[in-house]
């Protein structure tokens, strides 16, 4: 054992020093690797919780109205002052249906704010109290981050977001008082809710190379000493015959053809050798958000399966969360969409058009930087939320003879340049890869 860590401290020291993929001590010791690669995985013992993402909770005291705030929500796509009515309908559902526990992966406010996070504190100890534990980890927008902000008419003001120490101190009760591992370098830990199960709950985040003066950063990484504690410890689960599954923000696992060309920043820097890693070492499910779409991806790396099982945010549309069931060494996924909260009767419709406008107008801004008419502009954007309110409610598959694109003879020059741009990405986000995203059974080997 001491030299399988001599040789994680070594490769770890490598990667700091070296632009360089991440290498792994699996990778230098072909006697250690054989010795993973002889065993069996360890089967997942019996356990039931509940999967929720990017509840973006907003603290409605900071402001709703004036130009400042409407100018936020333009640059937005999150039914923000809906926030805590659609979290607490979620949570009433999951109280109902009493899972052991609860996995939410991060972006749990909207950006960090103090107020907004003990918000959601409050409902969680709620939660608690009718026997239900939560376990949480951050997202890119709930540390240090310079968008924590008051709203007074045309203006806005700063206001404290959450650090490091903050974020620990706040979710104590819900992870890191729990934890039978805690990582010293970021807000990563492990627990066992279940035995023989170890959840790592992993920080994704760069929260500490934000500054104030600067837009956050939405990019996820694992920080060299952080990959060096997930793998020593992912050995140790296997010596000890431990199941293991992940849950942290940024996804692990490209969700459609291109994912990684047009939006790198929804991925973990890596990610493929990061996979990689997770595969050999036998984590078959990791639980992830950021994009806000309800999705399920899987790759094999020399016969091992992973999932990468997304769960779309509460604060856009469909506004889902998951139920997973393991028994008999499956996994059986369903999922649930907040039906109704008190403010609006029928909340799926109004969700499903607050997002589509979103997007709307959130594209025709993109595009009025590249000088693209407005005629073009209202052919191009309605294509461009469909194909994305397809994506975030899952098992998209376009009607046969559907129109994913406009005709480009419809558009002018600029028109052109767009659809030419982003042609690929709006196909591609249409066709969705395997497995099924919704409800689904997986089996373990």
């Known amino acids: 054992m001491q030299k399988f860590l001599l040789i994680l401290c070594v490769n770890i020291i490598f990667c700091a020093c070296s632009s360089t993929l991440p290498t792994f001590s699996y990778e230098s010791d072909s006697t250690f690797k054989s010795s993973i690669e002889e065993k069996a995985a360890p089967a997942y013992p019996q356990a039931y919780f509940a999967v929720l993402s990017d509840t973006h909770i907003y603290d409605t005291k900071l402001g709703v109205d004036g130009e400042a705030f409407k100018e936020y929500l333009n640059n937005d796509r999150k039914m923000l002052v809906q926030s805590v009515e659609i979290l607490e ?3 009433s559902d999951i109280a109902s249906k009493k899972p052991q526990f609860v996995l939410i992966s991060g972006d749990l406010t909207k950006d960090g704010e ?16 009718q026997g239900i534990q939560t376990y949480v980890v951050p997202g890119n927008h709930d540390v240090n981050n310079s968008h924590a902000r008051s709203f007074h008419g ?71 000493q952080t990959l060096q504690w997930i793998e020593a410890n992912l050995i140790e689960a296997n010596r000890e015959g431990k199941a293991v599954i992940a849950f942290f923000h940024h996804g692990i696992l490209e969700h459609y053809t291109g994912n990684a060309t047009f939006y790198p920043e929804y991925l973990i820097e890596d990610f493929q050798a990061i996979a990689k890693m997770f595969a050999f070492y036998n984590v078959r499910m990791v639980f992830t958000g950021h994009f806000h779409a309800n999705d399920i991806s899987m790759q094999e790396f020399n016969g091992r399966a992973l999932y990468d099982i997304e769960t779309g945010s509460l604060v856009s549309a469909p506004s889902p969360y998951r139920f997973v069931t393991l028994k008999d060494n499956k996994a059986f ?70 129109k994913l694109i406009p005709d480009s003879k419809e558009l002018g020059m600029f028109g052109k340049l767009v659809l030419h741009k982003k042609r690929d990405l709006i196909i591609n986000i249409w ?4 497995p099924q995203d919704n409800n689904i059974v997986l089996e373990f080997k």
């Open 89 to 91: 309908s979620a949570l």
């Open 114 to 129: 103090i107020s907004s996070h003990e918000l959601l504190q409050k409902r969680l100890y709620d939660l608690k109290a």
């Open 154 to 224: 045309a203006t806005t003001k700063q206001v404290k977001s959450a650090q490091k120490e903050d974020f620990a101190r706040i979710y104590a009760d819900f992870g890191y008082n729990q934890a039978i591992k805690k990582d010293p370098d970021s807000l990563s830990y492990i627990i066992e809710p279940v035995e023989g199960l170890w959840i790592f709950g992993l920080d994704s985040t760069r929260f500490r190379e934000n500054s104030m003066k600067k837009d956050p950063i939405v990019d996820g990484k694992f920080y060299p």
């Open 333 to 402: 996924i369903t999922t649930s969409v907040v039906k109704e909260i008190p403010s609006v009767q029928d909340f799926q419709t109004f969700a499903t058009e607050y997002t589509k406008n979103g997007f709307e107008v959130l594209g025709k801004a993109v595009m009025d930087k590249f000088f693209v008419s407005k005629k073009d502009q209202d052919i191009l954007a309605p294509y461009i939320s469909s194909a994305f309110i397809a994506h975030y409610r899952g098992d998209e598959m376009p009607q046969k003879d559907q």
């Open 431 to 434: 066709h969705d890869l395997k």
